[in-house]
């Protein structure tokens, strides 16, 4: 059964942290992983990842995939308080269209 | 653009009523998505359309929900019986094509009593 789990279910930091969250996955003929930020509305996209070891940028927010050990990273250096919501990822399964997603990461950011 | 466009926002109903959920693609977007969100089982897609066609309904929890597009701007999702453990956001996403980023809609909050 295709499947993403994120890690950790939330985190707490401060302003100025740097965080790490990450999302592995199981599913059957990968072709594309998605990330997401939601806060209190409707996810907003990030990063879409296809290949393995090319980092995507923007900003402070960073994402590289691996797709040998099945695992994508997204990096968030110098927090703010902007950063505070769910991060979350998604796989394409079995190129079909349909994105599995991931339960999400709850992210706090303290000032 | 305007985005994705929901249909309310929010609905509170009892238990045994028909919901009636819509959603406004962006235009010239062929791909329409209906997701479910909850605390528990987090965010899963219901059923996808590609031009107007359903594509893929594995995710319809049963036979009490349903979803149409009958033309490329409009898409409704009902439910009929509505059940409490129904309750959920529910989100409309599209995408210009398949396989790249999915753009949401905001979401209509449902409460069935």
């Known amino acids: 059964e295709d499947k993403v789990v994120q890690s950790p279910l939330s985190l707490v930091v401060h302003e100025g942290d740097t965080v790490t969250l990450n999302c592995s996955y199981e599913v059957t003929n990968f072709r594309s992983l998605l990330w997401y930020k939601q806060e209190k509305k409707a996810p907003t996209f990030l990063f879409m990842l296809t290949s393995s070891g090319i980092e995507k940028k923007s900003g402070r927010l960073s994402s590289i995939l691996d797709k040998k050990e099945l695992f994508s990273i997204l990096n968030i250096t110098a927090t703010q308080t902007g950063d505070s919501a769910v991060y979350l990822c998604a796989v394409e399964a079995s190129g079909t269209y349909k994105y599995i997603f991931g339960t999400g990461t709850r992210l706090k950011v303290l000032a | 653009d305007a985005g994705v466009i929901q249909s309310p926002r929010h609905e509170v109903t009892e238990m045994g009523q028909e919901v009636t959920l819509r959603c406004k693609p962006i235009?010239?977007?062929?791909?329409l998505f209906w997701y479910r969100q909850t605390m528990m089982r987090g965010l899963e897609l219901l059923i996808y359309?590609?031009?107007?066609?359903?594509?893929?309904d594995s995710g319809m929890p049963e036979d009490r929900f349903s979803a149409k597009m009958p033309n490329a701007s409009f898409s409704t999702l009902k439910i009929q019986p509505s059940e409490p453990r129904d309750s959920a956001v529910y989100f409309c996403?599209?995408?210009?094509?398949?396989?790249?980023?999915?753009?949401f809609g905001p979401g209509t909050r449902l409460t069935v009593t």
């Open positions: 359309f590609n031009n107007n066609v359903p594509i893929d």
């Open positions: 235009s010239g977007h062929d791909y």
């Open positions: 996403a599209s995408s210009l094509v398949g396989g790249v980023e999915q753009y």
